[in-house]
């Protein structure tokens, strides 16, 4: 089932002092979301990811294209009793504490008395803030900030959760926690869709991503499908071979690199693998592996950007 | 309305641990205090020369704080993206201003009421005012209040769509050329272009004179000042200060609903 269904999407900005002209920063994009996955929303800085954000919770309205959360308009504010926003770089009223500020956000949802209280304790212990929880919010680091704003977007429960890049500003550790809640949501069945341009993490726990650039799409899947489709020849090991063998192999290979009895050759399109193997096994030497060279996401992102 | 409320405390709570509206009440104090040394260079006329410094006091430094903090709330959000985890909740847009301005009048009252004690208390230092004058007193006040919340009002409108210190020129302009206001109507005679400009600014630009129908002789009810207060004329700058604090709030939501938060 679609939580999230994004209907060809289109905002414009007007630009320029005098005479204003429109700039398009989100093109046509049209998406789902399935309930329960976890949703990576890729793409270098300036592609449109957190205009797309704000769109889908309203505080931007498109030029044209629709958009629905859970069965609901984006602006239908019932539905937003449902799910939990993490603005990028987030920033709270800094005359608060911790207690105070989700206190404040519960409150909005309608919550209160001791459960909203025990719920605002269990928040500030699981994103790790509990020794800072009565401490003003102008003390604290970006991280901390961060750390509290994921807490603020799961108040309510929520069974949708945006997260505008959760991990940045986060050290290490602070990264490996955030992984750590985004997976216990899944489990807790929450969808996720989360916006990033720190791309181990990305691959670490995304079941599905799409790639924006330039404000369009670019791709939307599996990581395996898209990284599948573009994979870039294959690397083959060899023993038992010899100087003449290596010669031989040489004109299908575009590397080839002995290392101690293991030959390690690269073949670069489906043609050349097939020679190498018909000849690995016509004249017995030993095949020890066959590797597909999947770019990275990184690799292929780099590509994309420097393509376009 | 609950959301509304929790947004009206959380408006308090950051004008009161803001620095700004100490700075503010104590000016106000000491010069309310000043007030009692300026009365004594008086002949007879000390309390009265206290209560119009000290009304005076109230109604300059509550203006300053509508404007200080009334244009810096809206726009502080904004500019600092507070705003953005806020309406992602199920929170309207028009709940986030009707709190805001809420919050605004709450600091306003309990500032106005600081103030207030503080006159009383320069009143009662001389202790040759009368008994009613102390009473007479809340309905001065009162109406300074309507006068700032109607600024606060109009604060909060310019801030939803300028920057702060353009809406801090135009609320104290306004303000200022609103105590004047029954001259408006008389800019422009013979000319008919002119006449209708004044006419229309007469109209549009709120009568901040309305307010002023209480002074110190008024409070005082001293032998040679016979006029009562009129309870109709105070009541009637109530209602003229409600209908139009909800036009301009109309207004501001009007304005906040449709922008786009970039």
């Known amino acids: 089932m ?12 007007a630009v320029g002092f005098w005479r204003k002209r429109p700039v398009r920063v989100l093109d046509d994009l049209t998406l789902e979301v399935r309930a329960g996955e976890i949703f990576g929303f890729l793409g270098p800085n300036g592609a449109g990811k957190s205009t797309t954000l704000k769109l889908l919770m309203r505080l931007l309205f ?38 105070e500020l989700l206190a404040f956000m519960g409150r909005l949802f309608g919550m209160g008395g001791p459960s ?67 997976t216990g949501l899944r489990e807790r069945g929450v969808t996720v ?34 990284l599948r489709a573009r994979i870039a020849g294959h690397e083959l090991i060899l023993s038992g071979w010899t100087d003449a063998t290596l010669e031989l192999l040489r004109p299908w290979c575009s590397e080839v690199r002995p290392m101690g009895e293991r030959l390690h050759l690269r073949a670069d399109d489906r043609e050349n693998l097939e020679a190498v193997l018909r000849f690995v096994f016509a004249h017995g030497l030993e095949l020890v592996s066959v590797n597909p060279i999947r770019p990275s996401l990184e690799e292929y992102f780099q590509t994309l950007v420097v393509g376009s | 309305m609950n959301r509304i409320l929790a947004i009206a405390q959380n408006t308090f709570r950051e004008t009161v641990r803001d ?29 009265k020369v206290i209560l119009d410094l000290g009304l005076g006091a109230i109604s300059i430094f509550g203006l300053l704080i509508a404007i200080f903090i009334g244009i810096g709330l809206v726009y502080k959000e904004l500019e600092k993206r507070t705003v953005y985890a806020l309406l992602a909740k199920p929170v309207r847009r028009h709940e986030l201003i009707l709190g805001k301005y809420l919050g605004l009048l709450l600091t306003l009252a309990v500032n106005v009421a600081v103030m207030t004690v503080g006159l009383a208390l320069a009143l009662a230092y001389t202790g040759r005012a009368p008994a009613g004058a102390y009473l007479r007193l809340l309905p001065a006040v009162g109406l300074i209040f309507l006068a700032l ?57 709120p009568n901040f004179s309305n307010f002023n129908l209480i002074d110190g002789r008024a409070v005082l009810q001293t032998a040679g000042y016979a006029r009562p207060i009129e309870g109709w004329a105070v009541a009637g700058a109530g209602a003229y200060a409600v209908i139009y604090i909800a036009l301009l709030l109309a207004i501001a939501i009007v304005i906040f609903s449709r922008r786009d938060f970039k």
């Open chain 1, 2 to 13: 679609a939580v999230i269904e994004i209907e060809n999407l289109t905002k414009d900005f």
């Open chain 1, 62 to 99: 498109p030029t044209s294209g629709s958009a629905r959360i859970l069965g609901r308009p984006a602006g239908d504010p019932a539905m937003h009793q449902r799910i939990g926003y993490l603005p990028e770089n987030p920033y709270f009223y800094d005359y608060l504490t911790p207690r």
């Open chain 1, 116 to 182: 909203l209280a025990r719920k605002v304790d269990g928040l500030v212990r699981q994103v790790g803030l509990g020794e800072s929880a009565d401490v003003q919010l102008r003390k604290f680091s970006k991280g901390m900030v961060q750390r509290l704003g994921i807490a603020q977007a799961l108040i309510n429960d929520p069974e949708v959760v945006f997260l505008d890049e959760p991990m940045s500003g986060l050290d290490p550790l602070g990264r490996m926690e955030v992984r750590r809640i985004v």
């Open chain 1, 193 to 226: 869709f989360l916006s990033s341009h720190i791309l181990p993490d990305v691959e670490a726990i995304c079941d599905r991503v799409a790639i924006l650039n330039r404000g369009r799409l670019q791709e939307a899947g599996t990581l395996e499908d898209i």
């Open chain 2, 19 to 47: 620095k700004i509206l100490y700075n503010l009440i104590l000016f106000a104090l000491v010069m309310i205090a000043s007030s009692l040394a300026l009365g004594q260079l008086t002949l007879g006329n000390e309390d």
């Open chain 2, 149 to 205: 919340a109607l600024a606060t009002a109009l604060a909060l409108l310019f801030s939803t769509f300028s920057t702060p210190a353009l809406s801090a020129l135009f609320t104290f302009f306004i303000w200022v050329i609103g105590h004047f206001n029954a001259d408006l109507a008389r800019v422009g005679k013979g000319s008919a272009v002119g006449e209708a400009l004044g006419r229309t600014l007469y109209y549009v630009i």
